[in-house]
C-alpha cells in the first residue's frame, strides 16, 4: 500500500519557492520544474512518513541525513528504493513506481542532503565568510578578504608575477588589483562589455545577457613577451540572417590578446573568432568562456551550447558550439589537431559534446587537459579531456531534464549512437552543485593537497577537493558550504589559493590562509 503523508505544513513548503513571484511566472517556474517539484511531492507523499520530510527521520523509521548504510550515490539509493527491505518494513518501490519515478525520488533525496535548490535564486542569500578557522581532513585555514564590494557580476581573476591580480567584470570590463586591495579604473580600450542583462523568467537565479567579458590569462612566457589573452562575447547588430531578420544582436565568443600599459590596453591582435552565421541570438549564460595554455605554447578555450535552440550544433563539427578549441598562441591551427585535415570542420576543435563548460586547466605534470561543465538536473561532470573525444550532450548526461525525464535528445535530433562513443566523466557531480571553475593545486602552502582538485560551485556555494589517481576518481572532501557563489579559482606565483565570488550586493576576492 502507498502511504500518503500531505498535510498543511507539506502544502506550505510546495508553495515556498513561487510566494515571491508573480502568478505568470510562478507558472512558467512551475512548467519548466516539474521534474523538480513531482518529485518533491512523490517523495513527500510516500516516503516522508518514515524518513521526515526534511530527511531527519521519524519514530516509525531512519534518517536520511548523515553516512547512509547502503551508500548515498544515485546508484545505491535507487537500488535501495527499488528493491526495499523486507525485514524493515520498507516496500520494494519498483512494484509501485516506474523506474523514472524511483530515479526522480533518490534524486530529490540527494538534492535535499546536499542543500541544492533549483528552484529559487541564491544571489539573495548573505554572502558570510565563515569567522575564525575552519576545520579540513589535512589542513586547516581561515578566509581572508582581499577586496569587497566588487561589480556583481566578476567573472575571472589572474594573479600577475608582482602578486597583483587582474580582474574581468562581466558586463563592466578589466580592472587590476594592487596588493593593497585597491582596484585600478577600468583599463582602457578592451573589447566593449554590455550590461543590459535579464533574468530569465524561469530561472531566477541566472542574469543572461550578450556581450560578457570571460577569461582573462597570461601567456605562459609573459614575462618575455607582455602577451594576456581575453575571451569575450563579440556582439554586434547587423552582421547575419538572424540579426537582420530579427533586429536583434546577436554575439558569439571570441579571443584576442593584448598588453596592458599603465590603464590602456594595446597591441590587440585577434586569436580566434568564428565565422558570422554562427553569431546567435542566445545570451551568453551558456558560452563557457574559459581558457587555458599547455606546456607546449597551445591555447584552448571553451564554446558551450549558447542556448538550448543549438543542441543540434553540438555534436555538429561545423559549428563552433559545444567545443573546447586548440589553436597555436598565434591563433594558426596546430598539425595534430584531431580534425586538422578536414575542411569541412571547425579544424580549431580538440573535444566536443559539451554542455556548459565551467572550468578549464591543463595539468603540467600530467601533461592532460581536465575540465569542469554543468548537467542539466545532476550531471555536472569533471573531464579528462583527449583529443577528438565526444563527451555525449546532448545525446546522454548521468544527469536529468528538469521536467523529471531521462536526456535523450539524440532520439529527438534523429542522432544515433553508442555508449561507447561517449566520453564518460572522471567525477560525476550529481547532484549538481553547479560547478564552476577549478585549480590542480601546486601550492606548498598547502602541502597536503598537491595533486587535488579544488572546485568551486555556484549553487552549492561551496568548495570541494577531489582526489584522482591513475585518472579515477578516490575522495571528495567539502572544505566549506553555503558561504558564496563562486565563479572562479586561481592559484597565485607563491601558491597563494583566491576566491571569486560573486553576490547581488557585490563580487569579492577572497584567499585561503593556512593556519598552522
Given amino acids: 500500500m502507498i502511504m500518503k503523508f500531505l498535510n498543511s505544513k507539506t502544502i506550505s513548503v510546495l508553495v515556498i519557492p513561487f510566494g515571491f513571484i508573480t502568478t505568470g511566472t510562478a507558472i512558467a517556474q512551475a512548467d519548466a520544474y516539474s521534474g523538480v517539484t513531482n518529485s ?150 578592451t573589447p566593449q562589455a554590455y550590461d543590459d542583462i535579464y533574468r530569465l523568467a524561469t530561472r531566477l537565479d541566472i542574469e543572461r545577457g550578450m556581450g560578457w567579458l570571460f577569461d582573462i590569462v597570461l601567456h605562459p612566457n609573459y614575462d618575455e613577451n607582455g602577451w594576456i589573452y581575453l575571451y569575450f562575447g563579440d556582439r554586434c547588430n547587423d552582421c547575419n540572417f538572424i540579426s537582420r531578420e530579427t533586429a536583434r544582436a546577436v554575439s558569439m565568443n571570441k579571443l584576442v590578446r593584448g598588453k596592458i600599459e599603465g590603464e590602456e590596453w594595446v597591441e590587440e591582435v585577434t586569436i580566434w573568432q568564428a565565422e558570422m552565421e554562427h553569431y546567435g541570438a542566445a545570451g551568453d549564460v551558456g558560452a563557457g568562456g574559459r581558457v587555458a595554455f599547455d606546456n607546449f605554447g597551445h591555447v584552448y578555450f571553451s564554446v558551450g551550447m549558447k542556448g538550448g535552440s543549438n543542441n543540434r550544433g553540438i555534436q555538429d563539427l561545423s559549428t563552433p558550439y559545444g567545443k573546447v578549441h586548440r589553436v597555436n598562441d598565434d591563433g594558426s591551427i596546430p598539425r595534430d589537431n584531431p580534425f586538422a585535415d578536414r575542411d569541412d570542420v571547425y579544424r580549431s576543435i580538440y573535444t566536443y559534446g559539451h554542455r556548459s563548460p565551467q572550468g578549464l586547466e591543463f595539468d603540467n605534470l600530467s601533461g592532460e587537459l581536465w575540465g569542469s561543465e554543468h548537467g542539466p538536473r545532476g550531471g555536472d561532470e569533471l573531464n579528462r579531456l583527449l583529443p577528438g573525444r565526444n563527451y555525449g550532450w546532448p545525446l546522454y548526461s548521468l544527469g536529468m531534464d528538469y521536467d523529471g525525464t531521462p536526456v535523450e535528445y539524440g532520439k529527438d535530433l534523429g542522432i544515433a549512437f553508442e555508449l561507447s562513443d561517449i566520453e564518460q566523466p572522471v567525477v560525476d557531480l550529481t547532484p549538481s552543485p553547479a560547478v564552476s571553475s577549478f585549480i590542480l593545486s601546486t601550492s606548498e602552502k598547502f602541502p597536503g593537497w598537491k595533486g587535488d582538485f579544488l572546485v568551486g560551485s555556484l549553487k552549492a556555494r561551496s568548495l570541494y577537493r577531489i582526489e584522482i589517481e591513475n585518472n579515477q576518481f578516490v575522495h571528495r572532501e567539502t572544505l566549506f558550504e553555503g558561504v558564496g557563489r563562486i565563479r572562479d579559482i586561481e592559484q597565485g606565483y607563491n601558491g597563494e589559493i583566491y576566491l571569486l565570488l560573486e553576490h547581488k550586493s557585490g563580487g569579492r576576492i577572497v584567499q585561503l590562509v593556512p593556519l598552522l
Avoid at 516522508?48 to 520530510?53: F, L, M
Avoid at 529559487?120 to 581572508?144: A, R, V, Y
Wanted: hydrophobic residues 40%.
Fill in 40 to 189: 518533491m511531492v512523490s517523495f513527500l507523499e510516500n516516503c516522508a512518513i518514515c524518513h521526515g520530510e526534511t530527511l531527519e527521520g521519524t519514530a516509525q523509521g531512519t534518517p536520511l541525513r548523515g553516512e547512509l548504510k547502503y551508500g548515498d550515490s544515485m546508484t545505491a539509493l535507487t537500488a535501495s528504493i527499488s528493491r526495499g527491505y523486507e525485514a524493515s518494513g520498507m516496500p520494494a518501490w519498483s512494484k509501485v513506481f516506474s523506474s523514472a519515478k524511483i530515479r526522480n525520488i533518490a534524486m530529490y533525496i540527494l538534492e535535499t542532503r546536499a542543500n541544492v535548490n533549483y528552484v529559487t535564486s541564491n544571489f539573495d542569500l548573505p554572502l558570510l565568510l565563515p569567522d575564525g578557522e575552519i576545520e579540513s581532513e589535512l589542513h586547516n585555514f581561515q578566509l581572508e578578504t582581499v577586496i569587497e564590494q566588487l561589480d556583481p557580476l566578476p567573472f575571472s581573476i589572474e594573479p600577475l608575477p608582482d602578486g597583483r591580480l587582474l580582474l574581468t567584470e562581466k558586463t563592466k570590463g578589466v580592472r587590476i588589483i594592487d596588493i593593497s586591495g585597491e582596484k585600478s579604473a577600468l583599463i582602457r580600450g
